[in-house]
């Protein structure tokens, strides 16, 4: 079954860094995007940021300049690089993979737990 473990989250100052960290392990044939998403309470969850197998990124713009979003192919994990955080960017953060566990199976979206980013003087 395939599986995906979020590490990284925690509690920064106003203008800190953390870096967010997504592993998919299992069965993986191949793995074809992976988004963070978050949500702060009281709001619905909205896409962070998006990358493709190729590493074509997107971004959300309450973002841009400040986040970046990458990943290594040989370990199936996606990072999310996080500087320059305002209170606005509390929330809990979620990551997501698109990806098939063999060669006859159709894509499928995995999400991770969640983790807690709490950014507050």
């Known amino acids: 079954q395939v599986q995906l473990v979020e590490s990284g989250g925690g509690l920064v100052q106003p203008g800190g860094s953390l870096r967010l960290s997504c592993a998919a392990s299992g069965t993986i044939f191949n793995v074809y995007a992976m988004d963070w998403y978050r949500q702060a309470p009281g709001k619905q969850r909205e896409l962070v940021a998006h990358?493709?197998?190729?590493?074509?990124?997107n971004y959300v713009d309450s973002v841009k300049g400040r986040f970046t979003i990458s990943r290594d192919n040989a370990r199936n994990t996606v990072y999310l690089q996080m500087n320059s955080l305002k209170p606005d960017d509390t929330a809990v953060y979620y990551c997501k993979a698109v990806l098939s566990p063999t060669t006859s199976t159709l894509p499928y979206a995995y999400w991770g737990q969640g983790t807690q980013v709490t950014v507050s003087s």
């Open positions: 990358i493709t197998s190729g590493g074509s990124t």
